[in-house]
T-cell receptor
Framework: NAGVTQTPKFRVLKTGQSMTLLCAQDMNHEYMYWYRQDPGMGLRLIHYSVGEGTTAKGEVPDGYNVSRLKKQNFLLGLESAAPSQTSVYFC?????????FGPGTRLTVT | ELKVEQNPLFLSMQEGKNYTIYCNYSTTSDRLYWYRQDPGKSLESLFVLLSNGAVKQEGRLMASLDTKARLSTLHITAAVHDLSATYFCAVDAEGGSNYKLTFGKGTLLTVNP
């Protein structure tokens, strides 16, 4: 089992560019999440999904969109990147007992 | 809105000493999690606490949950350098099967020789 994987691991964008972060899990979990981590802020929930075809807003959803077309994948999109979106992004999936995190994507927007 | 507060946010301690990290939360919940994060790495699950009075131990770390006080503690016994990391607590924001974790800001632990 690979667990939770994220692509890419690093990315540098210019302001206004777009990109998609891919999260994949092989544990057949219904629940998937996207967080961002900034110094001193802990992890903040961007969007989440409770099953294939569903998405919901978290604490900091503005500037991001998500899709969950397949149960194993959860995509996070930035349509027009801003410097404030410079962060480390973590994807996670969970069962009823425990939540598992991916390795993270470090995104810099210049 | 669920708030999760950890203290201290920064903790510098000597090897061999004991200390406790506190995690307070603002609404009713009986599911609390502790994670460890090393610099530049992802979060690693340490403990899952699912009921009032739950206590779990792994090596030099012990976690407990008091749902009535809305408080969890992470106790470190005889600290060693390898325990240096950031520790996060997280609480499930909603009951039932709607799982959504709210995280504390983390406690940066440095263990000095």
């Amino acid at each position: 089992n690979a667990g939770v994987t994220q692509t890419p691991k690093f990315r540098v964008l210019k302001t206004g560019q777009s990109m998609t972060l891919l999260c994949a899990q092989d544990m057949n979990h219904e629940y998937m999440y996207w967080y961002r981590q900034d110094p001193g802020m802990g992890l903040r929930l961007i969007h989440y999904s409770v099953g294939e075809g569903t998405t919901a807003k978290g604490e900091v959803p503005d500037g991001y969109n998500v899709s969950r077309l397949k149960k194993q994948n959860f995509l996070l999109g930035l349509e027009s990147a801003a410097p404030s979106q410079t962060s480390v992004y973590f994807c996670a999936s969970r069962n009823s007992y425990e939540q598992y995190f991916g390795p993270g994507t470090r995104l810099t927007v210049t | 809105e669920l708030k999760v507060e950890q203290n201290p946010l920064f903790l510098s301690m000597q090897e061999g000493k004991n200390y406790t990290i506190y995690c307070n939360y603002s609404t009713t919940s009986d599911r609390l999690y502790w994670y460890r994060q090393d610099p530049g790495k992802s979060l690693e699950s340490l403990f899952v606490l699912l009921s009032n009075g739950a206590v779990k131990q792994e090596g030099r770390l012990m976690a407990s949950l008091d749902t009535k006080a809305r408080l969890s503690t992470l106790h470190i016994t005889a600290a060693v350098h390898d325990l240096s990391a950031t520790y996060f607590c997280a609480v499930d924001a909603e009951g039932g099967s709607n799982y959504k974790l709210t995280f504390g800001k983390g406690t940066l632990l440095t263990v000095n020789p």
